[in-house]
């Protein structure tokens, strides 16, 4: 599967460190997200692109940040990340129609950074 | 607040049997309602979706059904396979938020031959 890919799919950092998460997608959407994937809660919806601009931040603690250089790549920076940030970061994306009324195109998922922080 | 929820958590059935996840909604601008399955270690692949002007939407053997008077949606499997076996998640737009889904925290499903 090529359609949207993610590196590194497995990271262990500690509190102190600085990583960065990458996804880059084949697909020629122009949206990109980050979810969170704790064990038996919901996908937590974290930040969504749309052309490159951020358009949603969902409240998401400073330590992380993110960067959408182009249409095809996101970034999630971490620095002084805390034991509960250990989960699955999942980017997706998907074609926005550039109407808030039109019902959003699907979202297709990378295989997910499995994230440790010690 | 605005959430979706999804039960049961878990759910066993005998190969042949059908499945039926059930997803609640509180948001009634909602407008769209994907389903996703994830496999253990794999990544949330889209099996079926249904948009508001619709009540039901079939293929092969899912189905999933839309009632929005009442603000809940289905998933439906019929003649279960073990390859069915794997957490299915619901989604829901928020309201006219553009791209914003909010899942449901999934049904783990598991299929016994």
């Given at each position: 599967?090529?359609?949207?890919?993610?590196?590194p799919?497995?990271?262990v950092m500690g509190?102190?460190?600085?990583?960065?998460l990458?996804?880059?997608q084949?697909?020629g959407?122009?949206?990109?997200?980050?979810?969170k994937?704790s064990?038996?809660?919901?996908l937590?919806?974290?930040f969504v692109?749309?052309?490159?601009?951020?358009v949603?931040?969902?409240?998401?603690?400073?330590?992380?940040?993110?960067?959408?250089p182009?249409?095809?790549?996101?970034?999630l920076h971490?620095?002084?990340l805390?034991?509960?940030?250990?989960?699955l970061?999942?980017c997706?994306?998907s074609?926005d129609s550039?109407?808030?009324?039109?019902?959003?195109?699907?979202?297709?998922?990378?295989p997910?950074?499995?994230?440790?922080?010690? | 607040g605005?959430?979706?929820?999804?039960?049961?958590?878990?759910?066993?059935?005998?190969?042949?049997d059908?499945?039926?996840?059930?997803?609640?909604?509180?948001?009634s601008?909602?407008?769209?309602?994907?389903?996703?399955?994830?496999?253990l270690?794999?990544?949330?692949?889209?099996?079926?979706?249904?948009?508001?002007?619709?009540?039901?939407?079939?293929?092969?053997?899912?189905a999933?059904?839309?009632?929005?008077t009442?603000?809940h949606?289905?998933?439906?499997?019929?003649?279960?396979?073990?390859?069915d076996?794997?957490?299915?998640?619901?989604?829901?737009?928020?309201?006219?938020?553009?791209?914003?889904?909010?899942?449901?925290?999934?049904?783990?499903?598991?299929?016994t031959?």
């Amino acid at each position: 599967e090529t359609g949207v890919t993610q590196t590194p799919r497995h990271l262990v950092m500690g509190m102190t460190n600085k990583k960065s998460l990458k996804c880059e997608q084949h697909l020629g959407h122009n949206a990109m997200y980050w979810y969170k994937q704790s064990a038996k809660k919901p996908l937590e919806l974290m930040f969504v692109y749309s052309l490159e601009e951020r358009v949603e931040n969902n409240s998401v603690p400073s330590r992380f940040s993110p960067e959408c250089p182009n249409s095809s790549h996101l970034f999630l920076h971490l620095h002084t990340l805390q034991p509960e940030d250990s989960a699955l970061y999942l980017c997706a994306s998907s074609q926005d129609s550039g109407r808030a009324i039109t019902p959003p195109d699907t979202q297709y998922f990378g295989p997910g950074t499995r994230l440790t922080v010690l | 607040g605005e959430n979706v929820e999804q039960h049961p958590s878990t759910l066993s059935v005998q190969e042949g049997d059908s499945a039926v996840i059930k997803c609640t909604y509180s948001d009634s601008a909602s407008n769209y309602f994907p389903w996703y399955k994830q496999e253990l270690g794999k990544r949330p692949q889209l099996i079926i979706d249904i948009r508001s002007n619709v009540g039901e939407k079939k293929d092969q053997r899912i189905a999933v059904t839309l009632n929005k008077t009442a603000k809940h949606f289905s998933l439906h499997i019929t003649e279960t396979q073990p390859e069915d076996s794997a957490v299915y998640f619901c989604a829901a737009t928020l309201g006219d938020s553009w791209g914003k889904l909010q899942f449901g925290a999934g049904t783990q499903v598991v299929v016994t031959p």
